[in-house]
């Protein structure tokens, strides 16, 4: 067994699965708000999204830097 292997923080890798999430929502709804005129409501929403994945990676990066 390999108990050399490292942890990955949660201020990683949630955020890059969030990331991912997010890139796969606009993928697939995006094309069709645009299409329907509702472009002020995809931008919003991806703005407040790409705002979630930041506080979440600081929030975590700072209970990570608090408690080693």
Do not use: C, D, H
Not at 4 to 27: C, H, Q
Request: aromatic share 12%; no cysteine.
């Amino acid at each position: 067994m390999n108990n050399n292997r490292r942890k990955i923080p949660k201020s990683v890798w949630l955020p890059i699965v969030l990331t991912i999430y997010f890139l796969g929502m606009a993928i697939y709804f995006g094309p069709q708000l645009i299409k329907e005129g509702e472009t002020t409501r995809f931008i919003l929403v991806s703005v407040a999204e790409i705002a979630i994945i930041i506080l979440v990676r600081l929030f975590y990066k700072r209970k990570e830097r608090n408690n080693p």
